[in-house]
Structures are given as C-alpha cells and as structure tokens.
C-alpha cells in the first residue's frame, strides 16, 4: 500500500470548466452519498438496478470531465484491497453446488453474492472517486460541515487528509535513501529493507506529526474547522439532487414492476 499511496493525490480536477463543479460543493457531497447508499442498500442480484445506476454514474463521469486513467488507477488500486476481503463471499453455503474441492465449495448463491458486492463496491468506489478527484479538499470538509456532519469527525478526516501528504514525503525520502546505499538491490535484502522502512517511518511520522500538531495550536487550531461562507443553491442545485433521486428511485420500482 505504502509503495502506491503516491496514486492518491486529491482534487486534480477540481478547476475544470465543468456542469458538475459549478455545483455547490454539498450540494455534489449529497447526490455523492444518494447515490452511495442506493447502491449499498439495493438488494443482491438487482443487476437492472446497477446497469441503470452504472450508466448515471458514467454520465456523471463524462459531465464532470474527470481525468480517466487517474480515476479508473484510484478505482483498480482501492478494489484490489477490497476484493481481497469480498472474495471470501464467493465460498457462502446455500444453493447449487457448482464445483467442489474438499471443504470448499462455490454454490450460485456465492456467485450471485460475489457479484453483488463486488459491483457495489466498484460502483461506490467511482462515484466517490469522481467527487473527490472533482472537488477540493476545502470545500469538500465545510460541505460536511454545513451537512451538520460532527465536527469531531470533519476534524479527523482533515487531518487525515493532511497527513497523507506528510507519510508520502517521509516514504519517499525514507526509500530515496535505501536506493542510494543500494539496499533495494538485492532481492533478498528487500523484505528486510522495506520492514525496517515501516518501522522507521512510523517513528518519523509520529515525530514529524507532533510538531506539526504544536505549530497549529501556536496557529489558533481548536480542533473544529473554521466556519466559511459557502454559495447558496441555485436552480441547477435543486434540478441534480431532483435528477439524482429520481435516477435512485427509477432503479428500485425496475423491480416492483416486472
């Protein structure tokens, strides 16, 4: 994770001429979250659902004018580490056994569970993707803000933000020095290397991060994100959070009707 955590770099398009980033920056967190929970809560094996979910969230994409190869890299880094928790779905009890091997056994009903998930996970993890990739960090933490998220956690999630910047600084200082002592050239030195690397950044970090801590409160920093003014919705707010709820609610009734 540590060696493709530069891949994450935030808000690279969030100053494009764009419909979707003239958009009040909660008003893109809300239909961001909509869209998110419908996804999450439809039931397993709903694939008209997620086609028509799919096909607004790359409409969402192409209106949005995101930087293809940036997001679908953040999609495929973020689903490997995903898939490798969902993959365990695939071996679920119940159904028609299609194939067997001592104690494992892939039944339809895993398959379809497999499927399921992984599709919502995809599908979550473009649309919050392409809000983060569209929207800045500023705006995105007083969107919360004014979305009456706790603060405590608008607190926690800057910081994370911040620091994610430090830990790739610190990483890539940390392995610029093992490569110039020719310590990554060996390969059976390298598991050994990169361990001590960890190790080492941790204790870095955490120094580095306490000083940093100290010069925001010499700063006024009082945990709780300062309060800006933020544009009001206008008609185009209102018309995406209504084309977005209806999107959400045409992809449910698909199955109350067959």
């Known amino acids: 994770m540590l060696l493709s955590i530069g891949a994450f770099s935030l808000a690279i398009d969030s100053q494009r001429p764009a419909p979707w980033q003239k958009l009040a920056p909660r008003t893109r967190v809300l239909c961001a979250l909509l869209m998110v929970f419908a996804v999450a809560g439809s039931p397993n094996g709903h694939w008209w659902t997620w086609a028509i979910y799919g096909a607004g969230i790359a409409l969402l994409a192409i209106v949005s004018r995101v930087t293809f190869p940036v997001l679908l890299g953040r999609v495929a880094i973020e689903f490997v580490f995903i898939g490798l928790v969902i993959l365990g ?13 001592g104690f494992l056994r892939i039944t339809d009903e895993g398959l379809i569970l497999l499927g399921s998930v992984a599709l919502k996970a995809f599908l979550s993890l473009v649309t919050v993707n392409i809000l983060v990739l569209t929207t800045s960090v500023p705006d995105l933490l007083q969107a919360l803000v004014n979305l009456k998220i706790p603060p405590l956690l608008v ?21 610029r020095a093992a490569l110039s002592r020719n310590l990554m050239g060996n390969p059976g030195w390298q598991r050994l290397v990169l361990g ?29 994100p300062p309060a800006q003014s933020m544009p009001k919705m206008a008609i185009g707010d209102i018309l995406t959070l209504f084309l977005t709820v209806s999107l959400i609610l045409f992809g449910q009734i698909v199955y109350l009707f067959p």
């Open 89 to 101: 779905t695939l071996f679920r009890e119940g159904g028609e056994v299609l194939w067997s091997w």
């Open 155 to 175: 607190a926690i999630i800057a910081s994370m933000v911040r620091y994610i910047a430090l830990l790739i600084e610190e990483f890539t200082a940390t392995r």
């Open 196 to 224: 001590n690397m960890i190790g080492s950044l941790f204790l870095r970090t955490l120094d580095r991060g306490e000083r940093v801590y100290q010069a925001m409160l010499s700063r006024g920093y009082t945990g709780i």
